[in-house]
Structures are given as C-alpha cells and as structure tokens.
C-alpha cells in the first residue's frame, strides 16, 4: 500500500510539478534573452530565446524572429524568420501577427499580397487592443503596437477598393477567430467604481 502512495505522489510531482519548473526555466531563458539583448549580445540573446521556444514562450518566436530578419547573432534568414512569425501569430501574439501583415504588405520574404496584409493588420489590431483593455492600458508595448498596426491600416485602406476591403474585413474575421479571440483573457483586473 505504502508502495503505491508514493508511486502515486511520484506520478503526480511528474506531471504536474515538473512542468512548472521546466516552465520556470523557460521563462529564465526567455529574461536572460531580453536583458543579452539589451547589451547586444544577440548571438546569446537568440540562444536564450531559442530554449525559451522549446516550451512554447510565444515572445521567445516573435524575438528570435527579428533576430533572424536583421541577421543579428544569427544567419539572416527571412523565410525561417517569417516560420517563428507566423507559429506566434496562430497562437495569438499580437506583434507576431502584426509582423506578419508587414510582410505581406511590403512583400518581404513572401509575395505582396495586400488582403493577406490587410486581414492580418486587422487580426493583431484585434488582439492588441483586448490586451491593451485587459490591463487597463498599462502594457505600453500594445499601444505601441496599435499605433504600427493603425499606421499599416490607414495606407491599406487609401489603396485598396472597396469590394477588396470587404474581402480583407471577411479574411480578418476569419483570422480573429482561428487566430485572435481564442487567446483572449476572458478575465479583466477589477475596474473602480465612481
């Protein structure tokens, strides 16, 4: 009996302790990335990004994605960098997403294709803003990023025909839905009541 309790207590710290440490290195790796970046070590900064990818860290794709474009630490490569975009970005980061319209708006590393542009824009303007409102407007890289987006939007929008942006605005719902609205918080800080 005692042989199955702590079978039982060794299965469990298996399954359900580990992956938190593993998840807590992860995101170790990920800070150390951020702060070799910060003193432009980009070669160990793409390192720590790409243990942090291991565990799915989704700004771990987004960062050693820019990395890869600029060939900074690492091989210029814009099609793998286009791959680590395009991975966060089905996942539901934001930046991803919006670097993913950039490309196809200025046919970098893929045909220029300015629905696909279009859609994807609209996609991470989506996400950005839930995460924006999600904290109250205290993550400053969303506003940011909504500015960039915004940005991309207006020069769509002067270029494209009417019936194309219909086709863009169906895309992008596609989009939102597969790509966006499931990685919503469903739960918003507490707001003061006046």
Not at 62 to 70: D, E, G, K, R
Not at 114 to 122: D, F, H, K, N
Request: glycine fraction near 6%; proline fraction near 2%.
């Amino acid at each position: 009996m005692r042989t199955i309790y702590f079978l039982v207590v060794a299965l469990c710290m298996l399954f359900f302790v580990l992956p938190c440490f593993v998840r807590a290195e992860s995101l170790a790796a990920f800070d150390k990335g951020v702060n070799a970046f910060r003193v432009e070590d980009y070669e160990e900064a793409y390192q720590q990004w790409r243990i942090a990818m291991e565990e799915d860290v989704l700004s771990a794709y987004n960062n050693a994605a820019y990395l890869t474009q600029q060939g900074l630490g690492v091989e210029k490569d814009m099609r793998q960098a286009l791959e680590f975009w395009l991975y966060a970005a089905q996942k539901g980061h934001a930046e991803a997403q919006y670097h993913i319209g950039k490309a196809y708006f200025n046919g970098t590393g893929v045909d220029k294709n300015l629905l696909e542009a279009y859609a994807w824009c609209i996609c991470s303007y989506a996400k950005a803003s839930k995460d924006f409102s999600a904290t109250e407007g205290l993550a400053f890289s969303s506003a940011k990023l909504i500015g960039q987006t915004q940005n991309i939007l207006e020069q769509l929008r002067g270029v494209l025909s009417a019936e194309e942006l219909q086709q863009g605005k169906q895309l992008a719902l596609r989009y939102i839905n597969q790509y966006a609205a499931p990685y919503w918080t469903t739960e918003t800080p507490a707001q003061d009541e006046q």
